[in-house]
């Protein structure tokens, strides 16, 4: 489709006007609210059933030219729907680059195991499936020298790149690096434990614990909360955030 839109100074309250439906691949919702060919802005943000912003005011673009002006108008020309298979995934370009040197000794799904330099590299992915943490195939594509990529401007040399999954909401990897010896490990276990709103993923010794804020915001949890803890400890000083000002003030 294509709908044409011409510049509109004003930023009204959108109380019933029409609007196109975006619906993106990540599951964000965006209404763009325009009328009688005139663009409003920005209108209803929604993720699943979560609403992010009010759809009663409209949101505009801030712009500025690469000389610092302002751009006070501007022509939405036209919206273009695509199938969804050319939209693309979020996570389709997280990935590890192997460079040469590295020699691969195996690959199956959900382990990824290289080595050079006398040194040996495993690497276990897992997805999140009904609430368990499950083996992930990665997929190997070949970069050759040259290429732009959304993370990289260039490669000197070809590189091949193995893309984490990109059809799954959760993902993670568990990475060890040693020198080589004739043991070789057993795949990393990754356990999810679901308590509310947290995750807590574990594996070993090691662990992770996530907390899903109403709107979406992943914060990470830890054991002891940093912003409790004094900046410096010694045997014969304590400072605490904040104290250099506060006896500032207080002087």
């Not at 900046?231 to 006896?247: K, T, V």
Request: hydrophobic residues 40%.
């Amino acid at each position: 489709m294509s709908v044409p839109f011409s510049a509109k100074s004003d930023q009204p309250q959108n109380e019933s006007k029409p609007g196109e439906i975006l619906r993106l691949a990540n599951g964000v919702v965006l209404e763009l609210v325009h009328e009688k060919g005139s663009f409003y802005g920005v209108g209803r943000v929604e993720w699943g059933e979560i609403l992010l912003r009010s759809s009663q005011e409209c949101l505009v673009p801030q712009m500025a030219s690469p000389e610092g002006l302002e751009v006070v108008s501007y022509r939405l020309l036209h919206l273009e729907a695509t199938p969804d298979d050319r939209i693309p995934e979020d996570m389709g370009f997280f990935g590890m680059g192997v460079t040469t040197g590295w020699s691969v000794v195996a690959d199956k799904p959900g382990r990824l195991h290289l080595s050079a330099y006398g040194q040996e590299l495993f690497l276990d992915a897992f997805a999140v499936e009904g609430g368990c943490c499950v083996p992930a195939p990665l997929r190997k594509i070949r970069r050759p020298a040259g290429e732009e990529t959304r993370l990289a401007s260039s490669f000197e040399c070809d590189i091949d790149e193995y893309l984490f999954p990109d059809k799954t909401t959760w993902f993670g990897v568990v990475l060890e690096l040693r020198k080589i010896t004739a043991n070789v490990p057993a795949m990393a276990r990754v356990e999810l434990e679901m308590k509310g709103r947290s995750r807590h993923f574990k594996c070993g010794d090691l662990g992770v614990s996530l907390f899903e804020s109403p709107t979406g915001e992943q914060v990470q949890l830890y054991p002891e909360d940093w912003r409790t803890l004094p900046l410096f400890r010694s045997p014969d000083h304590l400072l605490w955030p904040g104290q250099w000002l506060q006896q500032s003030i207080n002087a």
